[in-house]
């Protein structure tokens, strides 16, 4: 029969777990430490590397996409003030304010087109259109960092994911699963009939019927009824793969 511990051997067993905790957490102290020295290590070369490459930053998309990529991961955010140490430097805070501004023209000057919604890509290529900039000068991540930067105004912008592509909400419709399949859809062709959402979806007339309905109301699709086969298209302009000229 084993005999239960006594006393000394509880207070024993006691002390080590405290030894134990106490070798953890200096162990634990001692790599927090550590981390925060290597933090501060890469912040301080992360500023030498800006100072550096400063026109690279601001004039080569890929190259400032790569600069965003080497901040998060030290917790550094360049454009958190037009204020401090980065914008001083880099000026990269005034350039995705300018976007910004840019980005809220294009959207309110196409909304009677395309109901408030519009892809990315159309809209880097307008942003890009409009101000007569090389293709290849304002990229996709460029944009969807300054609406980022847009919140904070409380302007109803948003990213929406449809599929594969990413689109630019500037009203405040919302957009059910429903929605968003028959976007996904229309990307196709650019414009669907309610047979087809029908048979592609595995829908029922009515379903398909009231969310191309809703959608028409919201102003972001338009119908078309001049076909000799005599069925309705619902056209789609915010899927277009082509983008309308944004007049100055």
Request: glycine residues 6%; aromatic residues 2%.
């Given at each position: 029969?084993?005999?239960?511990?006594?006393?000394?051997?509880?207070?024993?067993a006691a002390a080590a777990r405290d030894q134990f905790r106490a070798v953890g957490e200096n162990?634990?102290?001692?790599?927090?430490?550590?981390?925060?020295?290597?933090l501060a290590t890469f912040r301080s070369q992360l500023e030498d590397f800006a100072r550096k490459h400063k026109n690279d930053i601001k004039k080569n998309p890929t190259f400032r996409s790569q600069f965003h990529?080497?901040?998060?991961?030290?917790?550094?955010?360049?454009?958190?003030s037009n204020k401090g140490f980065w914008a001083e430097l880099l000026g990269i805070g005034d350039f995705y304010y300018e976007l910004g501004v840019q980005i809220v023209d294009?959207?309110?000057?196409?909304?009677?087109?395309?109901g408030g919604l519009i892809s990315l890509h159309n809209l880097r290529l307008l942003v890009c259109q409009k101000h007569?900039?090389?293709r290849e000068?304002?990229?996709?991540?460029?944009c969807l960092r300054a609406i980022s930067k847009l919140k904070i105004l409380g302007s109803g912008f948003e990213v929406i994911s449809v599929g594969k592509k990413k689109f630019v909400r500037s009203v405040p419709?919302?957009?059910?699963?429903?929605?968003?399949?028959?976007?996904?859809?229309?990307?196709?062709?650019?414009?669907v009939t309610v047979e087809q959402v029908e048979r592609k979806l595995s829908w029922s007339s009515g379903r398909a019927t009231d969310a191309l309905k809703t959608l028409l109301e919201e102003g972001l699709s338009m119908i078309d009824n001049g076909h000799v086969d005599g069925i309705s298209r619902h056209w789609f302009p915010c899927v277009s793969t082509s983008s309308a000229v944004v007049e100055e």
């Open positions: 029969m084993r005999r239960k511990p006594g006393i000394s051997g509880l207070k024993s162990v634990a102290r001692v790599k927090a430490d550590l981390m925060k020295e290597q990529e080497m901040c998060a991961k030290v917790g550094v955010d360049p454009l958190a294009i959207c309110m000057l196409t909304r009677s087109d395309n007569k900039t090389g000068s304002v990229t996709e991540d460029d419709t919302e957009l059910n699963k429903d929605h968003n399949e028959i976007l996904e859809l229309a990307q196709i062709q650019s414009y």
